[in-house]
């Protein structure tokens, strides 16, 4: 069983920065056994915060040119 990340998005909630998610499950034999599952955590770590402020400066670069 292979699973695919098909979606993600991170989201400013009152407990902390919510990552949202979604995912499809394919077998061995290449069907997907099941699609679009959905979940989500809280994620506090610095690592993640770091990456978002640098896709933030990434972003902003883009849009200023």
Do not use: C, W
């Not at 699609?35 to 770091?50: C, K, L, M, P, W």
């Amino acid at each position: 069983m292979k699973t695919k990340i098909t979606g993600y998005a991170f989201v400013q909630t009152p407990e902390g920065l919510s990552v949202a998610y979604t995912y499809s499950r394919i077998d061995e034999h290449g069907n997907v056994v099941a699609s679009n599952v959905r979940g989500s955590y809280i994620d506090d770590s610095t690592e993640t915060a770091d990456f978002l402020k640098k896709l933030d400066e990434t972003i902003l670069t883009h849009i200023e040119g």
